[in-house]
């Protein structure tokens, strides 16, 4: 249990062009879900927590309007990449969590998509 | 920012030896999580700890959450080839919305 899937798995885009990230909870229902940016050799940076049905909070130093995040429903949230640039070129991953599938909030992670841009 | 420190940054083993890895906070934790992630894939949860001394196995695996809340050990025994990867502690507080805290991870390498 607690499958989390993203797609596309890697992209490649033109600069100035935007790119849209799936990330789907197969098996559970995610009240959060969270999206990560993973730069080589580093650990994991939160970019912003998203609650379905309402916008998501956004970490310090990421733009919102960069990084257009939908938590549609309680099984997908997407994160758009707007107008992507070369340095955008990153690992991103996302995670879900649900209250009632672990004692606390447990997040499990998708597979990751390696964004590479042009 | 990280506020866990995770120790040893990497680990040169070969196999058959057992592995120990650390991390500390300066922040109570409610939860620690120990992942591992494989080049180019997302992490994979190995073990969850909720309360404070609680130990915990999977497999070769163990892993503790320390009485003061403020640290958690992961052990593996017996290493073998396929546990080459990067080893991550993570945290959570009250106060953190659920929102996890993630160490800089360590790096096993296995030899044969």
């Known amino acids: 249990g607690a499958v989390v899937s993203q797609h596309p798995s890697r992209v490649i885009c033109k600069s100035g062009t935007s790119v849209k990230i799936e990330c789907r909870s197969l098996?559970?229902?995610?009240?959060?879900m969270f999206w990560y940016r993973q730069f080589p050799k580093k650990s994991l940076m939160l970019m912003a927590t998203?609650?379905?049905?309402?916008?998501?909070?956004?970490e310090q130093g990421v733009e919102k309007d960069k990084f257009l995040i939908n938590h549609a429903s309680l099984t997908l949230s997407t994160l758009t990449v707007t107008s992507a640039h070369p340095e955008d070129s990153s690992f991103y991953i996302c995670?879900?969590?649900?209250?009632?599938?672990?004692?606390?909030?447990?997040?499990?992670f998708g597979p990751g998509t390696r964004l590479t841009v042009l | 920012g990280q506020q866990l420190n995770q120790s040893p940054q990497s680990m040169f083993i070969q196999e058959g030896e057992d592995v120990s890895m650390n991390c500390t906070s300066s922040s109570i934790f409610n939860t620690w999580l120990w992942y591992k992630q494989d080049p180019g894939e997302g992490p994979v949860l190995l073990i969850a700890l909720y309360k404070a001394g609680e130990l915990t196995s999977n497999g070769r695996l163990t892993a503790q959450f320390g009485i003061t809340r403020k640290d958690s050990f992961l052990n593996i025994s017996a290493s073998i080839p396929s546990d080459v990867g990067i080893y991550f502690c993570?945290?959570?507080?009250?106060?953190?919305?659920?929102?996890?805290?993630f160490g800089a991870g360590t790096q096993v390498v296995v030899t044969p």
């Open positions: 998203s609650n379905e049905g309402s916008k998501a909070t956004y």
């Open positions: 993570a945290g959570q507080s009250t106060d953190s919305w659920g929102k996890l805290q």
């Open positions: 995670s879900a969590s649900h209250l009632g599938l672990a004692p606390t909030d447990t997040q499990y």
């Open positions: 098996d559970f229902q995610a009240t959060t």
